[in-house]
């Protein structure tokens, strides 16, 4: 059995939820689920095309322009705005795998 300590306000959104599935709890909580999974694959495959056009820009693969850029490879050249944007794209494409792992 689970129980949720819930304030007035977070419970009033539970229940709408709730209500929206048809009071079926397993077919909300596998909606969320879901959506999440979705939202997590649209956000990989977003940032797959931006490390596309990086790789094709730069000559190098993702991988091991990360490598190279927390080494330090780079010098001055790596506070270039383009590779903190990559190299943040790359942390979050990482950390999107591994909830996605977990949420399969």
Known sequence: MLTLNLDNQ????FNKLLNYSGMDFSKLISSMINYRIN???R???????DFINYEHKYKIK???FYKRYVKGD???ES???????WSGEYE????FQVEL???L
């Open 101 to 103: 792992d977990k949420l």
């Open 10 to 13: 977070t419970e009033k959104q």
């Open 74 to 76: 780079f010098g001055d």
């Open 62 to 64: 993702t991988k091991d």
């Open 92 to 95: 979050a494409y990482t950390e």
């Open 43 to 49: 956000g990989i495959r977003n940032i797959e095309l």
């Open 79 to 85: 506070e270039s705005n383009d590779f903190m944007i």
């Open 39 to 41: 939202e997590l694959n």
